[in-house]
C-alpha cells in the first residue's frame, strides 16, 4: 500500500493561490491514478483533480480554469496548483492513489481555508 503525505494547505484570501503537495512512498509512475479530493464540512467528498496512466487529466467543473494538476516524477511527488481561491474552495485537501494492484490509499489531508 502506498503512503501518501500532503502539504501545503493554510489560510489565504479569495483570490490568492496556494500549492498543495503529495509525496508518495512508491514511483508515482507505478501508480495508476493519483488524484485530489476535497471534503467540505457537512459535505460529500469530491473530486478535485486526476491523474490516470497514460495521460488523461480530468477535473471536477467547479476547479477547471483555475486549478492545475502535475507531477514531478523524480521526486515521486504530484502538486494541486490552486488560483483565483473562492470561499466555497475552503475544506479539506486529499491526495488518493491507486497502486497497479487496483489498492487505493488516502493521505491524512490539508486544510486549506479561503477567508472572504
Known amino acids: 500500500q502506498v503512503q501518501l503525505v500532503e502539504t501545503g494547505g493554510g489560510l489565504v484570501q479569495t483570490g490568492g493561490s496556494l500549492r498543495l503537495s503529495c509525496a508518495a512512498s512508491?514511483?508515482?509512475?507505478?501508480?495508476?491514478?493519483m488524484a485530489w479530493y476535497r471534503q467540505a464540512p457537512g459535505e460529500q467528498r469530491e473530486l478535485v483533480a486526476g491523474m490516470i496512466t497514460g495521460g488523461r487529466i480530468d477535473y471536477g467543473d467547479s476547479v477547471k480554469g483555475r486549478f492545475t494538476i502535475s507531477s514531478d516524477s523524480a521526486k515521486n511527488t504530484i502538486y494541486l496548483q490552486m488560483d483565483s481561491l473562492k470561499p466555497e474552495d475552503t475544506a479539506v485537501y486529499y491526495c488518493w492513489a491507486v497502486d497497479a494492484g487496483g489498492q487505493g490509499s488516502w493521505g491524512q489531508g490539508t486544510q486549506v481555508t479561503v477567508s472572504s
Open positions: 512508491k514511483r508515482i509512475s507505478s501508480l495508476n491514478v
